[in-house]
C-alpha cells in the first residue's frame, strides 16, 4: 500500500504539472482545454484521497545536501482533498466565466493548484521554496490574465511583488537552519542552534503572513480582486492564501520552541481578524468585502498557530476554504450575468437564480457564524484555546467573531428583498455601465455551488465530538482540541444577535477610516515605494552628475593622451622606424655588393687553387711501381735534409 501511495504522490505531482504546461504552452488548445483540465482535476482529487489514506513519503536529491522531499501526514491529508475538490468544482464552474484562452487559464490553474499541494506536503524547505515561488508566479500570471487591461496587470503585479517580499523571509530562514545544524526538513527546525531558532522562526512567520494577507501586508489582497471570479475563489479559499496560514500550523512547534513567536503570531492574527473584520463591514463592493473578510478568518487560523491548536486552525482553513469558495463563484456568477459586482447592483438576485442565491445564503450565514453551519463551531475551537492564553485575545477574536455577522448581514439584506421590475432594469443599466452582463447562468456555473453549500454546511463537524476526537489525534493532538460548551453557546448568541440586528434596521455602519483598508497601500506606498524611488532617483542623479562626468572626463583624457600618443607615434617613432628600414636597406645594399665583389671572387680564386692542387696531386698517380719507389726515395732524402738541418 505504501509503494501504491508514493507512486500516486508522485503522480499527484507531475500529471498535473504536465498536463498544465502543455495546455499554457499550446496556443490551439481552446477546444479541449475544459474537458483535459477538469479530467486531470478529478484525477488529482482520486489520487489525494489515495495519498490521505496511504501516508506515504517520498524523498529525491535535490541541491548539495538537501532533499526534495514529500510526506503526507495528518495534517497534510486533511488538506490535500480540500485542495483538489475545491480546485475541480473552481474549474468546472469557470467555464462559464472564461471563453477567451482558456487553454492558458485552465493550464496555469492547474500549475498554480499543484504548487499549492506541493506546499501542503513539503517535508523540507527546498520543496517548500519550490512550491512557494512557483504558487507566487502563477498567482501574478492569474490576476492579471486579462493582460490587455493595464490595471489588472498592475494589481497583479502588486501582488505580486508585496508577497514576493514578505518570501525573503524563507530564504533567511534557509539560511539559518543550514547555519543552525539542524538541517532543511521543516520537521526539525525546532531543533536548530537557540540563537539561529529565531532567526528561523523570523524568516518564516514574515513570508507566511505575507502570503495570508495579514497586516501588514492585507492590502495586496484588495489589488488581487482584479483578477477572474474564479481565480479568486481558488486563491482565496484553498491555495495560496490559505498556504500562508497553513504554513504557520506546520511550523508550530517551531513558533512555540521559541518563546516569543507563539504569542506574536497569535497577537498578529487577532489584530487581522479585527481590524480586516472592520474593513469589510465599511465595503460596497461585494469582492472587496469578500477579499477583507477572506484576510479577516485567516487571522483565526494564524490565532490557532500561535495559540498552539493546530487541529483548530487546519478545521477551519476546510470551513473556510468551502465557504470562500462559494461566495466568490456566486459572486462570479453575478457579475458575469448581471454585470455589476457593487452590492447596490445585486439587490433581489436572489429571485432571479433561485440555486445562486440560495447557496450563497448558506454560505453568508456560515461566514456570519450561525449556527450549527460551519464556522460557527470551527471558530469557537480557536477561541477556546485562545481565551485560555489571554482574556484580550479571546476578547478581539468574539469582536471579530460579531464583525463577521455583520458583514454576513450586510450581503444577505441585499440579496434578499425583491425589487419590482421596472427598478430592476434601472439599477441594470446603471451597473453595465461597468461590465456588460450577459443575461444567463449556465448550469456548469451553478452545478459546483452544491458541493460547495454542502461542505459550508457540515464542515463544522469536524469541529464536533466525536470528529473533533479524530482530528486532534490525525494532527498530533490528541484531547487538546475541543471547542468548550459555553463558548458555543456565546458566540452562536452574539452571531444570531447582530445579524438579526443588521437584518431588522436594513443597514449596516460604515466605518470610514476602514473603507480604503486601513490605508496600508498608501502607508506601502508612502514607507516603502516612495523611499524606494527616492533613492533610486538620487543614485540616478548621482550616476548622471558624478559617475558619468567622471566616465566623461576619463574618456576625455584618455582620448587626448591618445592623440597625443598618435602624434607621437605619427612625428616621432614612424620616422624613427622609417629611417632604421633606410639605413637597413644601405647596409643590406653594401653588404650586397661587397659579396658580390670580395667574398664570391674570394671564393672562387680559393676554388681554382684547390682544383690546380688537385691536378698537380693526381700528376704522380701514374700507376707503375718504379714511381712510386722513386717518389719514396725523394721524400725520405727530403727528410733525412730537414732533420740535419734542424739537429
Request: glycine residues 10%; proline residues 4%.
Amino acid at each position: 500500500m505504501n509503494d501504491v501511495g508514493q507512486v500516486c504522490l508522485w503522480l499527484l505531482v507531475a500529471l498535473p504539472v504536465g498536463v498544465g504546461g502543455l495546455l499554457a504552452a499550446v496556443r490551439r488548445a481552446d477546444r479541449v482545454a475544459v474537458p483535459i483540465s477538469v479530467a486531470t482535476a478529478a484525477v488529482m482529487v482520486g489520487l489525494s484521497a489515495v495519498v490521505a489514506a496511504a501516508r506515504p513519503a517520498v524523498a529525491v536529491p535535490f541541491v548539495a545536501g538537501a532533499e526534495f522531499a514529500l510526506a503526507v501526514d495528518g495534517l497534510a491529508a486533511l488538506m490535500l482533498p480540500m485542495l483538489t475538490v475545491v480546485t475541480l468544482l473552481v474549474l468546472l464552474a469557470a467555464t462559464g466565466e472564461i471563453r477567451a484562452s482558456t487553454a492558458r487559464f485552465h493550464g496555469v490553474m492547474l500549475i498554480f493548484a499543484v504548487a499549492a499541494a506541493v506546499t501542503a506536503a513539503a517535508a523540507t524547505l527546498p520543496a517548500l521554496l519550490l512550491a512557494w515561488e512557483i504558487m507566487g508566479a502563477a498567482s501574478y500570471a492569474l490576476i492579471g490574465f486579462q493582460w490587455r487591461d493595464d490595471d489588472r496587470v498592475s494589481a497583479g503585479l502588486t501582488a505580486f511583488l508585496t508577497t514576493r517580499a514578505a518570501d525573503l523571509g524563507l530564504y533567511v530562514a534557509a539560511a539559518a537552519a543550514l547555519a543552525g545544524g539542524a538541517g532543511l526538513a521543516l520537521a526539525d527546525l525546532s531543533q536548530s542552534s537557540p540563537g539561529w531558532r529565531h532567526v528561523i522562526a523570523a524568516g518564516i512567520l514574515v513570508a507566511a503572513l505575507g502570503k495570508a494577507a495579514q497586516l501588514p501586508f492585507s492590502f495586496w489582497l484588495s489589488r488581487a480582486m482584479a483578477g477572474p471570479s474564479a481565480v479568486s475563489a481558488l486563491l482565496h479559499s484553498a491555495a495560496m492564501v490559505a498556504m500562508g496560514g497553513y504554513l504557520l500550523l506546520r511550523v508550530e512547534p517551531l513558533l512555540a520552541a521559541t518563546g516569543w513567536a507563539g504569542p506574536v503570531t497569535t497577537g498578529l492574527g487577532a489584530a487581522t481578524a479585527l481590524l480586516l473584520a472592520a474593513v469589510a463591514v465599511a465595503q460596497r463592493d461585494l469582492k472587496q468585502l469578500l477579499a477583507a473578510s477572506t484576510a479577516a478568518q485567516l487571522g483565526f487560523v494564524v490565532m490557532a498557530a500561535g495559540a498552539g491548536t493546530v487541529a483548530g486552525g487546519a478545521v477551519h482553513l476546510v470551513a473556510h476554504a468551502a465557504t470562500k469558495a462559494l461566495l466568490f463563484l456566486a459572486a462570479g456568477v453575478w457579475l458575469t450575468a448581471l454585470g455589476a459586482k457593487q452590492l447596490a447592483g445585486l439587490r433581489g438576485v436572489v429571485g432571479r437564480w433561485q440555486l445562486v442565491g440560495w447557496s450563497a445564503t448558506i454560505g453568508a450565514l456560515a461566514l456570519a457564524g450561525i449556527a450549527p453551519l460551519s464556522l460557527w463551531a470551527t471558530k469557537d475551537g480557536v477561541l477556546t484555546a485562545v481565551g485560555e492564553q489571554s482574556s484580550w485575545l479571546y476578547a478581539a477574536g468574539l469582536t471579530a467573531s460579531a464583525l463577521s455577522a455583520a458583514y454576513a448581514a450586510k450581503i444577505l439584506v441585499v440579496i434578499w428583498p425583491r425589487v419590482p421590475a421596472d427598478r430592476r432594469a434601472q439599477v441594470q443599466a446603471r451597473f453595465d455601465e461597468e461590465q456588460r452582463g450577459t443575461r444567463r447562468v449556465t448550469a456548469w456555473q451553478q452545478v459546483p455551488l452544491l458541493p460547495l453549500a454542502a461542505g459550508a454546511a457540515y464542515a463544522g463537524l469536524l469541529a464536533l465530538p466525536p470528529l473533533a476526537g479524530t482530528v486532534g489525534r490525525a494532527v498530533g493532538e490528541p484531547g487538546k482540541f475541543h471547542a468548550s460548551a459555553r463558548e458555543l453557546v456565546v458566540s452562536a448568541v452574539v452571531a444570531l444577535v447582530v445579524l438579526l440586528v443588521v437584518v431588522a434596521r436594513r443597514r449596516v455602519p460604515e466605518p470610514r477610516w476602514a473603507l480604503r483598508w486601513l490605508g496600508l497601500q498608501a502607508a506601502a506606498s508612502a514607507l516603502v515605494v516612495r523611499p524606494t524611488l527616492r533613492c533610486a532617483n538620487a543614485l540616478a542623479r548621482f550616476d548622471d552628475r558624478i559617475l558619468d562626468r567622471g566616465i566623461t572626463g576619463a574618456a576625455r583624457a584618455v582620448l587626448a593622451v591618445s592623440r597625443r600618443a598618435g602624434r607621437f607615434d605619427d612625428r616621432i617613432l614612424d620616422r624613427a622606424v622609417g629611417r632604421v628600414s633606410a639605413g637597413s636597406l644601405w647596409v643590406a645594399q653594401r653588404a650586397g655588393r661587397a659579396d658580390d665583389r670580395w667574398l664570391d671572387a674570394a671564393v672562387e680564386h680559393l676554388a681554382a687553387g684547390m682544383r690546380r692542387l688537385g691536378r698537380l696531386a693526381r700528376r704522380p698517380q701514374t700507376g707503375q711501381l718504379h714511381q712510386y719507389y722513386l717518389q719514396a726515395v725523394v721524400v725520405l732524402l727530403l727528410g733525412v735534409v730537414i732533420l740535419v738541418a734542424l739537429g
